[in-house]
């Protein structure tokens, strides 16, 4: 891993630290007007999610990690993870879904998926601001019931339930912001 100084941060840099695994949301280098110079730091553990606030020396080296982006498309859910087969190689590996969290709510079968790797280990993905799922199961709108700005819920093929206008119907595809999980548009 090569060193990089601190005074180089810039946000979604992944660092190895003693923390662990760490990304970078957030950094402000501050010059006070007596003593030296430091940098203020937002970093994620990219494994556990916490979030930790530290403080740096201007130019102190701390290790960068290198992540390598792979394309995989999602194979099938089996009881223990999902399984991805690379693109390249075919070769398959099934990953916990503890791993990629909620991002596994806009996963579907056959779809291709930019997963980070650090090493053989994957430590997340990398989704489109938006997909398109389709509708499940949900309540038929009622008739009258026209209130402006009126939603129900809907569930979607991979299992997530969003609030829809009552004129989203059973079979409908939809588009869905997968930063909020929320209803965009119908597709």
């Given amino acids: ?3 990089v100084s ?3 941060l810039k946000t979604g840099m992944t660092l190895e ?12 280098h501050v010059k006070p007007g007596k ?12 494994r556990t999610g916490a979030v930790v606030d530290r403080t740096f020396r201007s130019d102190e080296k701390v290790e960068r990690a290198i992540i390598d982006k792979r394309e995989m498309q999602f194979i099938y859910g089996e009881p223990d993870g999902l399984v991805f087969m690379d693109n390249e190689t075919y070769e398959q590996m099934t990953v916990a879904a503890a791993t990629l969290g909620d991002y596994t709510n806009f996963i579907i079968e056959g779809e291709s ?4 790797m650090y090493g053989n280990e994957v430590v997340g993905c990398e989704l489109p601001a938006s ?5 499940a199961q949900t309540d038929p709108g009622v008739q009258g019931d026209r209130v402006s700005g009126a939603r129900k819920p809907a569930t979607l093929q991979t299992g997530l339930v969003v609030q ?3 004129f989203v119907e059973t079979g409908d595809a939809l588009k869905i912001d997968t930063r909020t999980a929320e ?3 119908r597709a």
Avoid: C, E, W
Wanted: charge should be negative; charged fraction near 10%; avoid cysteine.
């Fill in 6 to 8: 601190t005074n180089d």
């Fill in 17 to 28: 630290l003693d923390l662990g695994l760490v990304q970078v949301v957030d950094f402000q």
């Fill in 164 to 166: 829809v206008p009552l």
């Fill in 183 to 185: 209803y965009i548009t």
């Fill in 35 to 46: 003593g030296h110079a430091f940098v203020r730091s937002t970093l994620k553990n990219v």
């Fill in 1 to 3: 891993m090569p060193p």
């Fill in 131 to 135: 997909v398109v799922l389709a509708v």
């Fill in 113 to 116: 998926v930019v997963l980070l």
